[in-house]
C-alpha cells in the first residue's frame, strides 16, 4: 500500500464516497470528513484503508482542528477533494439571506476553510487540491441563485489557488458534475426532468458517482502532475449545448 493520504470532505455518501473507495482501490489511505456523524460511521464501516472524521467544514474551530486530527492520524495529507456541499434550489424572490448564507457557507465557506487549513500539510508533500464545483457553476440555470453562484466562486477560488499555490507545488483543480444518477437525484428528479436531461446531453444520460470519482482521483495523481488551475465539466457533454431546461421551472 502507499503512504499517501487523501482528504475527502462530504464523505459519506455519494460523490464523496464513490471517490473514498475508488482511492483506495488504487492504493491510497483516506480521511473521510463528514458532519452527518451517523452516515459517515455506516459508509466508514469496513473500509480498512479509511477512517472517519465527524466536522463541519462550514465552522472556522471544527475545520483547524480536523486538519490538525487526520495529519496528526495519518502524518500527511497528500490530496484534499473540497466535495461536501448543500444543494438547495428555489426562486430568486425566495431565497432569504438566511438560506443564502446556509448554502455559501458550505458550499464556498468549507472550500475556503479546509483548502487553507490544509496549506502546510500539502506545501510538505507537494499535493493536490480538488474542489468539486457543478456544472450550475458554469452556466445558469433555474432556481439555482444560490447554488450556482457559490460553485461559480468555487472555479474561481480554484484559479486562486493554482496562481498562488503554484509555487510550493501544489496543484489545483476543479470539477464541474452535471447530472449524476444519485439516490437524491432520482428521488427528487420528475420523469419529465429525467426525459429532458436525457434530451439535453449529448450522451444521452445521466452520469455515475464512480465516473466522477475516476476524474477527481486522476487530479490528484502524479499521472496529472502538470496539471492544474483547470476547470473540467464531467458532464456528458451538456455545458457544450447551452440548452435550458423549462422542465425545471415548474
Not at 78 to 94: K, L, M, R, T
Not at 125 to 154: D, E, F, H
Not at 183 to 204: C, E, F, Q, W
Request: proline residues 4%; glycine residues 10%; charged residues 20%.
Amino acid at each position: 500500500m502507499s503512504e499517501k493520504t487523501a482528504l475527502v470532505t462530504g464523505a459519506a455518501r455519494g460523490i464523496g464516497l464513490a471517490t473514498t473507495k475508488l482511492f483506495m482501490e488504487q492504493g491510497w489511505r483516506v480521511a473521510m470528513v463528514d458532519r452527518d456523524g451517523e452516515a459517515l460511521a455506516a459508509a466508514a464501516a469496513g473500509l480498512n484503508e479509511a477512517s472517519p472524521f465527524e466536522y463541519d467544514v462550514s465552522m472556522p474551530e471544527q475545520v483547524d482542528e480536523m486538519a490538525q486530527e487526520v495529519r496528526k492520524g495519518f502524518g500527511r495529507i497528500d490530496a484534499v477533494v473540497n466535495n461536501a456541499g448543500v444543494a438547495d434550489f428555489g426562486p430568486i424572490e425566495e431565497t432569504g439571506f438566511d438560506r443564502w448564507r446556509r448554502i455559501m457557507a458550505t458550499n464556498l465557506d468549507g472550500v475556503f476553510l479546509v483548502s487553507q487549513a490544509c496549506i502546510p500539510a500539502l506545501r510538505e508533500t507537494r499535493g493536490a487540491l480538488v474542489n468539486i464545483a457543478s456544472i450550475s457553476g458554469l452556466r445558469a440555470s433555474t432556481l439555482r441563485v444560490a447554488y450556482g453562484t457559490s460553485k461559480a466562486a468555487v472555479i474561481q477560488l480554484t484559479k486562486q489557488q493554482a496562481a498562488e499555490l503554484g509555487e510550493y507545488g501544489i496543484r489545483a483543480n476543479c470539477v464541474c458534475p452535471g447530472p449524476v444518477r444519485t439516490k437524491l437525484a432520482m428521488a427528487v428528479h420528475t420523469p419529465d426532468i429525467i426525459a429532458s436531461y436525457h434530451d439535453a446531453i449529448p450522451l444521452n444520460r445521466y452520469g455515475s458517482e464512480r465516473e466522477i470519482a475516476e476524474v477527481i482521483t486522476f487530479l490528484c495523481s502524479d499521472r496529472a502532475s502538470y496539471v492544474t488551475g483547470q476547470i473540467i465539466a464531467s458532464d456528458g457533454g451538456f455545458e457544450s449545448t447551452g440548452v435550458g431546461l423549462p422542465a425545471l421551472r415548474g
